[in-house]
Nanobody, 123 residues
Framework: QVQLVESGGELVQAGGSLRLSCAAS????????MGWFRQAPGKERTFVAA????????YYADSVKGRFTISRDDAKNTVYLQMNSLAPEDTATYYC????????????????WGQGTQVTVSS
């Protein structure tokens, strides 16, 4: 079992920045791909960003590309999501996820999930 705990979500003004963290524990592996998804009330959970097990490749949703950066620190078993130029449409609960090896953009294919951290962007 792998446990994921997100932190860093808070209320920020449009144009501001946040860094989300996801700490992994349990049977963690550096071979896990790590990802971030988000979900607003009444909306489906959608892909935000992911990073491969090697850390050599990153992937982003078009809506966040150029603004968000995903990274990982395997020594700390932690993945980060740096979010810049935040806009009200980024308001959502952000979830960290993990799965073996490969990245997908489909939330149902990911194996492990955190409980989420709330990001609210005010205008």
């Amino acid at each position: 079992q792998v446990q994921l705990v997100e932190s860093g979500g808070e209320l920020v003004q449009a144009g501001g920045s946040l860094r989300l963290s996801c700490a992994a524990s349990g049977r963690t592996s550096s071979t896990y791909a790590m990802g971030w998804f988000r979900q607003a009330p009444g909306k489906e959970r959608t892909f935000v960003a992911a990073i491969t097990w090697s850390g050599s490749s990153t992937y982003y949703a078009d809506s966040v590309k150029g603004r968000f950066t995903i990274s990982r620190d395997d020594a700390k078993n932690t993945v980060y999501l740096q979010m810049n130029s935040l806009a009200p449409e980024d308001t959502a609960t952000y979830y960290c996820a993990a799965r073996p090896y490969s990245v997908t953009r489909v939330s149902s294919t990911w194996d492990y999930w955190g409980q989420g951290t709330q990001v609210t962007v005010s205008s």
